[in-house]
C-alpha cells in the first residue's frame, strides 16, 4: 500500500520564479491538504482540496494557489518566489470525514 | 498567534528513562489532538491520537494524558529508547469544517544510551 508521496524531493529556485510541487495521496485518500514547514517549526496549514475545490485556507497570500485532479493528485503552485518562502513543503493526504492526516516526505524549496 | 503552545522545545533523556513532552491550547472547539514524529529530511508519522472524551490512551510505550478542564495534553515515551530520537510534534484540529491540524513548534527529543 502506496503511502503519500511528494516531487520533487529538493528545488532550487531564484527570487521571482514561479515553482509547481506535486502530491499524490495514500491509496484511498480523497482529501489532501498542504503545509509550509519552516526550518525549526512547525507545519503551517495552507489549504486543503477535496473534490477539485479548495476547501479551506491557512493564512498564506494568493501566490499560493493550488489544484486537485480526479485521480485526487494535487499540485501547490507559487508565484514571485519570496526567500522567505524557503521551507519544506509537505503534503498530507486522509479521508474526508476522518481526523487522520497522513504526511509525506516533503518537497525542500530553496530560494535563492 | 500560536494555538498550540509546547513545551519543552528540547530534552535529553537516558536510555530506559521515561520522555514526557506537554502542551496546551485555547480553543474549545478542538476535538481531535495527534502526536507526529519527525526524523531529519523526513515527513511527519502519525503515532498517536486522543479525543476529548477520554483521559488517556496508550499504544505500546507511547501514552496520551488529556486534561479537558486544563486543556492540556501530553505524551509519556516508556522506556526510551535511541531510536527515539526525533521531532515530536504536538497538534489539534476543531470539529466542524476542514480538518486542517494547528501543529505545536516541536520538541527535539534524544535519548542518549
Not at chain 1, 503511502?3 to 502530491?23: A, F
Not at chain 1, 482540496?49 to 476547501?55: A, F, N, S
Not at chain 2, 498517536?48 to 505500546?60: L, N, Q, Y
Not at chain 2, 489539534?92 to 494547528?102: I, K, P, R
Request: glycine content about 8%; some cysteine.
Amino acid at each position: 500500500d502506496a503511502g503519500v508521496t511528494q516531487s520533487p524531493t529538493h528545488l532550487i529556485k531564484t527570487r521571482g520564479q514561479q515553482v509547481t510541487l506535486r502530491c499524490s495521496p495514500k491509496s484511498g485518500h480523497d482529501t489532501v491538504s498542504w503545509y509550509q514547514q519552516a526550518l525549526g517549526q512547525g507545519p503551517q496549514f495552507i489549504f486543503q482540496y477535496y473534490e477539485e475545490e479548495e476547501r479551506q485556507r491557512g493564512n498564506f497570500p494568493d501566490r499560493f494557489s493550488g489544484h486537485q485532479f480526479p485521480n485526487y493528485s494535487s499540485e501547490l503552485n507559487v508565484n514571485a518566489l519570496l526567500l522567505g518562502d524557503s521551507a519544506l513543503y509537505l503534503c498530507a493526504s486522509s479521508l474526508k470525514g476522518l481526523k487522520e492526516q497522513y504526511f509525506g516526505p516533503g518537497t525542500r524549496l530553496t530560494v535563492t | 498567534q500560536q494555538q498550540v503552545k509546547q513545551s519543552p522545545q528540547s530534552l535529553i533523556v537516558q536510555k530506559g528513562g521515561i520522555s514526557i513532552i506537554n502542551c496546551a491550547y485555547e480553543n474549545t472547539a478542538f476535538d481531535y489532538f495527534p502526536w507526529y514524529q519527525q526524523f531529519p529530511g523526513k515527513g511527519p508519522a502519525l503515532l498517536i491520537a486522543i479525543r476529548p472524551d477520554v483521559s488517556e490512551k496508550k499504544e505500546g510505550r507511547f501514552t496520551i494524558s488529556f486534561n479537558k478542564s486544563a486543556k492540556q495534553f501530553s505524551l509519556h515515551i516508556m522506556d526510551s529508547q535511541p531510536g527515539d530520537s526525533a521531532t515530536y510534534f504536538c497538534a489539534a484540529s476543531v470539529q466542524t469544517g476542514a480538518n486542517n491540524l494547528f501543529f505545536g513548534t516541536g520538541t527535539r527529543l534524544t535519548v542518549i544510551p
